[in-house]
Structure formats: C-alpha cells, structure tokens
T-cell receptor, first 113, second 116 residues
C-alpha cells in the first residue's frame, strides 16, 4: 500500500527566504506526482504535475523535483512571500491504483513579513 | 487550468435531513470524478470514485447507503449525505481529471457541511 509522508508538518520562515518542502512515498511505481496548495477552508489548487518520466517541473518561483528510485519529491519556492502562506500537499498516483491519488499529510507554511 | 465548481460552499442542516452537494466541471468533460472528505488539519481521504453512467466505487469503510453518489452527465456529479448526523460534519471536496492517461486532477472549492 502506498504511503506518502511530508516533512516537516509545519514550517515558518521570514519573507524572502527560500522554501524547501519534502515529500516521500513508499512505492516507486508511480504514474505521476502532483503538488497542491490549500488555503484555510478552501479547495486545492494544482501547482505542478510531474510525470513519472520527468525529473522536474518549473512554474515561476516554483520548482518541483522527482526522484522515483529514492521515492522523493521536493518542492522549492524561491523568494517566499507572505502570500505563499498555506498548506502544501503532495499526492502520488500509483500505476496499479487507477486514477486514485494518495495524499501526504501536508506541510503548513507560514511566511512572516 | 481547468475549473471545477462545487455548490453549496457551506451548508448547515438539522440532524436527520439529507444534503446534496454538486460538483461540476465547467470547461471540460470528466468521465471520472472523485469525492474526498477532509477533517480539520488533516489530509484528504478518498471516499469514492464516481464514474459517468455507472455506479460509484466506494473506498473501504465508506457507507454507500449513507453517501449516495450520482454521476449523471460528463460534467456533473452529486454527493448526497443521507440522514445526516453531527459526525458527518466535515469538509467535502470533489475533483475531476482532464483527458485520460496522464491527466491532471483539478479540485473544487469544497463544501463545508455542519450538521446540528
């Protein structure tokens, strides 16, 4: 059974500092991995989708890497801003589980002005 | 990105009543939609997979008679919480996938259900 872990569970940084969020998964036979952002009381906003054949994806200040062999993905957010404060969730789609996503517990980020 | 809309965003009901939540894909067709439940400060728990034109597939431990799912068209899935009780109070989120194969998942804004 696929298990997804995100460490740390919470992170507080001063504005301008780079953010590094970690996601690990136990089954390397994934179809893809997706990073999401969730604001309090809101749904999920898709940030980046990395296919199993890719090693990284970039969008603006966001960069996500994927190392399937070690079961890890890292989300980098450059030059953090207070507006980046949110919960960040990673989710993996396992080949053998159809379209289902398995979510990590999330990392709550607070960027202090 | 693609847009998934949920309605209502908030609903308060009395114990014993039924509540329907709608999930719509606004600019794409979704043969498959997913319903999640999220407790405070916890991650999402998949409840069921909704397939257009067929019965939903429920995850282990989810009561299919309690949480009725209907996927009548390629753009609409509904979740009905029947005979709601206070323990059903939660945040319910739907998602839909664009295309096939490597399609990206997009999520609705969620629906906060409070059962008094």
């Amino acid at each position: 059974k696929q298990e997804v872990t995100q460490i740390p569970a919470a992170l507080s940084v001063p504005e301008g500092e780079n953010l590094v969020l970690n996601c690990s998964f136990t089954d390397s036979a994934i179809y893809n991995l997706q990073w999401f952002r969730q604001d309090p009381g809101k749904g999920l906003t898709s940030l980046l989708l990395i296919q199993s054949s890719q090693r990284e994806q970039t969008s603006g200040r966001l960069n996500a890497s994927l190392d399937k062999s070690s079961g890890r993905s890292t989300l980098y957010i450059a030059a953090s801003q207070p507006g980046d404060s949110a919960t960040y969730l990673c989710a993996v789609r396992v080949q053998a589980a159809g379209n289902k996503l398995t979510f990590g517990g999330g990392t709550r980020v607070l960027v202090k002005p | 990105g693609a847009v998934v809309s949920q309605h209502p965003s908030r609903v308060i009901c009395k114990s014993g009543t039924s509540v329907k939540i709608e999930c719509r894909s606004l600019d794409f067709q979704a043969t498959t939609m997913f319903w999640y439940r999220q407790f405070p400060k916890q991650s999402l728990m998949l409840m069921a997979t909704s397939n257009e034109g067929s019965k939903a597939t429920y995850e282990q431990g989810v009561e299919k008679d309690k949480f009725l799912i209907n996927h009548a068209s390629l753009t609409l899935s509904t979740l009905t919480v029947t005979s709601a009780h206070p323990e059903d109070s939660s945040f319910y989120i739907c998602s839909a996938r664009t295309g096939s194969g490597s399609g990206e998942l997009f999520f609705g804004e969620g629906s906060r259900l409070t059962v008094l």
